[in-house]
């Protein structure tokens, strides 16, 4: 199984859409868990931190499953402005300057 | 614009050269990281320096070797590289550890050997 997991993609999805991202990870004792935003040929970019109880921020919500170990990141009313790749990024507990990303779920926004 | 300035942007390199990349940071960050980025890939950590000292090293090969000469630049000095070590290397920095904060990336080198 890898450390992180993700759907690669791509989702094609209209504007004004909701959409939803899953991440599996393996480590159950990973302890921060974070989303990366990517655009093409460019540097990622920290999107949101996860939390236990779940985050939201503007149109972007962000949920933790500790149980079942998965991240999950829901966008509701898809701009085209939002296609990118978006990383699942955990950390490894042995280290803490040590974070492993996920292979990245593309979106794609059309109008 | 990033707080994170690498540099070159781009770099050609033959299998001999002898290169260098650079980065440099001035947010205060304690902890600096290379990573590695192959095309539709996620990056991978190379190394990685807190308060100026190697505390990772991700079995990079020894043609990569990492310096810090102070605590807001960090050097990847390249040698005798091979054409799959083409990619983009990220520099990147944080606060403390990367476990409780964000990473700031550079925008990237983007090298190719040939």
């Known amino acids: 199984r890898k450390e992180v997991e993700q759907d690669p993609g791509p989702f094609n999805v209209p504007e004004g859409a909701t959409v939803a991202f899953n991440c599996t990870y393996s480590n159950s004792a990973s302890q921060s868990f974070f989303w990366y935003r990517q655009d093409c040929r460019k540097e990622p970019k920290l999107l949101m931190s996860?939390?236990?109880s779940g985050n939201e921020d503007g149109r972007f919500t962000a949920q933790l499953n500790r149980a079942s170990q998965y991240i999950s990141l829901l966008i509701r009313d898809s701009k085209l402005s939002d296609s990118a790749t978006y990383l699942c990024?955990?950390?490894?507990?042995?280290?803490?300057?040590?974070?492993?990303f996920g292979s990245g779920t593309r979106l794609l926004v059309r109008p | 614009d990033t707080e994170v300035t690498q540099t070159p942007k781009h770099l050609v390199m033959g299998m001999t050269n002898k290169k260098s990349l650079k980065c440099e940071q001035h947010m205060g960050h304690r902890a600096m990281y290379w990573y590695k980025q192959k095309a539709k890939k996620p990056p991978e950590l190379m190394f990685v320096y807190s308060y100026e000292k190697l505390s990772i090293n991700e079995s990079v090969p020894s043609r990569f070797s990492p310096e810090c000469p102070n605590s807001s630049l960090l050097n990847l000095h390249l040698h005798a590289l091979q054409p799959e070590d083409s990619a983009l290397y990220l520099c990147?920095?944080?606060?403390?550890?990367?476990?409780?904060?964000?990473?700031?990336f550079g925008e990237g080198s983007r090298l190719t050997v040939l």
């Open positions: 990147a920095s944080s606060q403390e550890g990367a476990q409780t904060g964000e990473l700031f």
């Open positions: 996860v939390y236990s």
């Open positions: 990024v955990v950390n490894w507990v042995d280290s803490s300057y040590k974070l492993i």
